[in-house]
């Protein structure tokens, strides 16, 4: 076969096949060998696809930051094929950005920059607006701008959709405007896109996962090499991992943000931060990685979603837990994000991917340009962009999010004490005087003297757990203050 193509505003593809001769052979026909004569076929399809014909759709920037460059570059690099498949010209006309001095590795032409955020929200020939500042300030207001006025806004903005989502999606639906945020949550995965679209005849049980690669990736080497955090935490700024504000990886509200916009998406409840069990990763130590291998479990900071369907109860939490090194989520390692998901018809669904990342991301932002692409050209909106009221008071009807300390399961404790005879005995007393009995117990000797007790329990609660290490605290025996992880079974 050869190929032959002209492009002249029209596309005109040749192609030439050479073809053995067919002969009838009962009712379908065959390549018979006994010829050696050939026929030539040749077929010409023109294809009328004139940029002329295809409808411009105008894009504007906000950030120009590593997502924003990514954006821009990735687009540029498959531009072709983009447009081919979205019967449609992106053209990216303006990108605003706070400091115009600031150098980046993406250049782009002069008459399309500035540091005037209103040449993108404000301007009538922009169709999609791309929030990609972050924070929850600036990008709010601007955001509400360009909502009202009926635009389309992609985001990659986690803390913004989980703490004003609820509002954002009101003010879309009231002006005829989009809000598309795929890029938010888990990177490159398209958990939002399978939750919405592919798993849409599921009812959700269960989801968790890991939705933090830099806290992931701090755990690896600290199981794989033996680091300690603080070492490990080094490296991971070193390499540009941790955000400026080290909180948001280290103690859980970036994935925290995220767990809240997946509660909302599967049970269309809307849940805030302070409501929920979230905690980070800074009182993880090496000695607590070691037993909890032994045991044959890793730790990972886990979101966790879980709906009781008969009490109509909505959990939702972030924390470290122990998990058994058989489950896929625990061998998600490195910077890799993992999302499992639990649907009444599919059964257990766990995507893997690239959580973060000028490209992992980028793909998820354009995903959310190309439906709005569609969309803008008269395909059906998703759901989820304008926020069907019908259909999310059904989810939500009547669910309750359920009191965290009611939260039952079975727990992993590390207890730094003085070495002296009975305080093993006195330990055991003190747990079981809140109803919290041993699974498993292990004891390690320190050179000054004192110890560390180790141990799993049988299945207690929140409110048994906090009042027993508060308890141990106050114990003159007790060296510092107890840590507690939780060990999740999924099932």
Request: with cysteine; aromatic share 6%; glycine share 8%.
């Amino acid at each position: 076969m050869s190929v032959s193509r002209a492009n002249s505003g029209l596309e005109t593809y040749q192609a030439s096949y050479c073809l053995d001769r067919f002969e009838p052979h009962g009712s379908r026909a065959h390549c018979s060998p006994r010829y050696s004569r050939f026929v030539t076929l040749t077929l010409t399809l023109t294809l009328t696809l004139s940029m002329s014909q295809k409808r411009i759709i105008r894009i504007g920037l906000l950030g120009f930051g590593v997502v924003g460059q990514g954006v821009w570059k990735n687009i540029e690099k498959n531009r072709q094929a983009l447009e081919f498949r979205l019967g449609a010209q992106l053209d990216i006309t303006q990108v605003a950005v706070k400091n115009l001095s600031t150098k980046r590795e993406v250049a782009v032409p002069a008459e399309c920059y500035s540091d005037d955020p209103s040449r993108v929200v404000d301007n009538p020939e922009v169709d999609i607006v791309c929030e990609m500042m972050g924070g929850t300030g600036e990008a709010l207001e601007l955001t509400r701008r360009a909502l009202k006025q009926g635009k389309v806004v992609v985001t990659a903005n986690k803390a913004l959709v989980c703490e004003h989502g609820e509002e954002l999606f009101k003010i879309a639906h009231e002006n005829g405007g989009h809000y598309f945020y795929e890029a938010s949550v888990a990177g490159g995965i398209p958990i939002i896109k399978t939750i919405r679209e592919a798993l849409v005849a599921n009812r959700f049980k269960l989801i968790f996962g890991i939705l933090n690669g830099t806290s992931n990736y701090i755990l690896t080497r600290m199981e794989r090499e033996g680091l300690s955090f603080e070492a490990t935490l080094g490296d991971a700024r070193q390499l540009g991992y941790v955000e400026a504000d080290e909180a948001l990886d280290l103690d859980g509200i970036d994935a925290a943000h995220k767990a809240v916009i997946l509660a909302y998406l599967a049970h269309g409840k809307w849940v805030k931060l302070d409501e929920i069990i979230c905690e980070g990763i800074r009182d993880i130590s090496g000695d607590d990685i070691a037993i909890a291998g032994q045991l044959g479990y890793k730790i990972k900071l886990l979101a966790v979603i879980a709906r009781d369907f008969e009490a109509n109860k909505l959990s939702v939490r972030l924390h470290p837990a122990l998990i058994a090194k058989g489950e896929v989520i625990a061998g998600v390692d490195e910077v890799y994000n993992g999302v499992s998901v639990t649907g009444d018809v599919v059964g257990t669904t766990v995507l893997i991917g690239r959580g973060a990342g000028q490209d992992a991301t980028s793909s998820s932002v354009i995903s959310d340009i190309a439906d709005a692409v569609f969309m803008l050209q008269g395909a059906p909106k998703p759901v989820i962009s304008e926020e069907d009221e019908q259909v999310y008071q059904q989810l939500a009807d009547g669910l309750e999010l359920a009191n965290p300390a009611a939260l039952a399961g079975r727990y992993y404790f590390r207890i730094h004490v003085e070495d002296e005879e009975g305080v093993l005995a006195k330990i055991s007393n003190i747990l079981a005087t809140h109803h919290i009995s041993f699974a498993t117990v292990n004891q390690q000797e320190l050179p000054d003297g004192t110890a560390l007790i180790m141990l799993t329990t049988h299945v207690s609660d929140e409110a048994a757990v906090a009042a027993a290490k508060a308890h141990l605290t106050a114990e003159s025996v007790v060296v510092e203050a107890p840590v507690s992880f939780r060990i999740f079974e999924p099932s």
